[in-house]
């Protein structure tokens, strides 16, 4: 009888560590597969073939709104949104300043570089795009190749705005920042022979309002943030192609 129970625990044992092992084996996997994507400087040469044809195009531009980073639970937020709400009203009338003719002007920049630059006028979802099977240094996650015969390019270049807006952080109930005007996003070029990035810029612009930021109805200090941050980030987009 001991020995039979013996055999069971030694069995239990060995199931357990081998479920650990695979666990852990997994989450080193996961962990390798999920390291961001660092900055890709461009290069010079990129921009001054006339013969090569740039598609330049953005993904939809997000509703301008309120967000409290921190505010974990979902009473937190809840009590978060509710401090905020007359802010938050006024921050969704604002539009999205300057980012509807962005990648006109990022066309033009490339056009006087030498290279030819085709406007998508389009908004892509790079979501939807198949999975790349690529496992090279600077490749994209997902596969663009498909807009190389669409639009007959040679590279493409997109702007993905993923944040617009204020920000105010929070640690549970308890707000730890003022409200700040904030933009995120990333920026990338693509040689789409390969799927590899010939420029990748990872966007986080964050402005603080001058003074007293609490005035409500229409906020001016904060609103003045947000029309900053907006210009800084467009300005950020476009610097490495002037």
Known sequence: MWSCFNEICWEVGLRFVFAMATMV????VVGCASVPQGPVDIKPATLSGNSTRIGVAMTAVPKV??????????????????????LTDHIRTLPPE???TLKQEIAQAI?????????IAEQIN???????????????????????QKYQIDKLLVINVSYVGVERAYSAYVPTTDPKGA??????????????????LPVAVIKGAE??????PKFPGV????????????????????
């Open 25 to 28: 084996a997994t989450v080193v």
């Open 111 to 119: 056009t006087k570089k030498g290279a030819t630059a085709v406007v």
């Open 183 to 200: 933009l995120r996003g990333t920026g990338y070029l693509l040689d789409l022979s390969s799927n590899t990035y010939e420029w990748y």
């Open 223 to 242: 609103t003045n943030a947000y029309f900053q941050a907006l210009e800084q980030g467009k300005e950020t987009f476009l610097t490495p192609f002037k």
């Open 126 to 148: 790079v979501d939807d795009l198949p999975r790349s099977s690529g496992s090279a240094p600077n490749t994209a996650p997902r596969d663009h190749s498909s807009f190389k």
């Open 98 to 100: 300057g980012l509807d």
């Open 211 to 216: 003074g007293n930021w609490d005035e409500p």
């Open 65 to 86: 709104d309120t967000s409290f980073p921190g505010a974990g639970c979902l009473l937190c937020l809840a009590a978060a949104s509710m401090m905020n709400n007359s």
